[in-house]
């Protein structure tokens, strides 16, 4: 039985890890866990671009968690990373966000119910599965939250995420026909789930996303 994340994984930064560091012990360890989740999208996912997604949401809810504090650092980042494995045309809609940890556990993943569940309830609309806990909410604010930072960097004349400022996330948040398939709504509720003003969460995002520029080929 293989565990993705060790109980320790919160003490690494996931950009530590995904960089390779083994200078201490317990970080190979981790490397290798989170090497084989990353193996399991590669396996499924076709899209380069749905991968940078989840490593992107993946760093946003660690930096959520460090804010929030509620839970397991490992498990937000699990589900942050893991949330859209199973977003490929054969999983219907109403399954997506479900359906993932059938396939990582019928590939010898342990996954956490907390987990499972963040996963099932950010895709609420189609699963019905509602968003409870904080990691639940981050998860399902976080998940537009990444998309729009992406589509503000790209409209910068350098591209790139260094570029971009908390003001003008808000900006083309505010402007509901620049990337009109963001879902505001579910960002927005950072407010009112996570007690985090909307500029406090985009910074927080923005920032974590910056920190892994490199591997978000931005
Ligand atoms: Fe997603």
């Known amino acids: 039985m293989i565990v993705p994340y060790h109980k320790k994984a919160g003490e690494v930064e996931p950009l530590d890890f995904f960089r390779g560091s083994t200078s201490r012990a317990i970080e190979t360890e981790v490397l290798m866990d989170r090497q ?71 590939e010898g993943f ?20 509602e968003p409870q806990s904080k990691m639940d909410w981050a998860l399902f604010c976080a998940d537009s939250l990444t998309g729009l930072i992406v589509a503000t960097a790209l409209v910068r004349p350098d591209k790139k995420l260094a570029s971009v400022e908390v003001g003008s996330v808000m900006k083309k948040f505010k402007n ?7 879902r505001r709504e579910d960002i927005a509720f950072c407010q ?13 995002a923005l920032t974590a996303m910056q920190k892994i520029a490199v591997d978000l080929g931005l």
């Open 176 to 182: 509901p026909s620049f990337a009109a398939g963001t």
């Open 36 to 106: 084989k989740a990353l193996d399991f999208l590669k396996k499924h996912l076709q899209q380069e671009n749905i991968i940078k997604h989840l490593l992107a949401t993946e760093a946003v809810m660690g930096a959520l968690f460090d804010r929030i504090k509620e839970g397991e650092r490992e498990d937000w980042i699990m589900a942050g990373l893991l949330h859209d494995g199973d977003y490929v045309a054969a999983v219907p809609h109403e399954l997506q966000g479900i359906k993932v940890s059938e396939m990582l556990e019928a």
């Open 192 to 204: 009112e789930k996570l007690d985090i003003p909307l500029d406090e969460f985009v910074s927080i």
């Open 110 to 129: 342990t996954v956490p119910e907390s987990v499972r569940y963040a996963m099932a309830a950010h895709n609420a609309e189609n699963t019905h599965v």
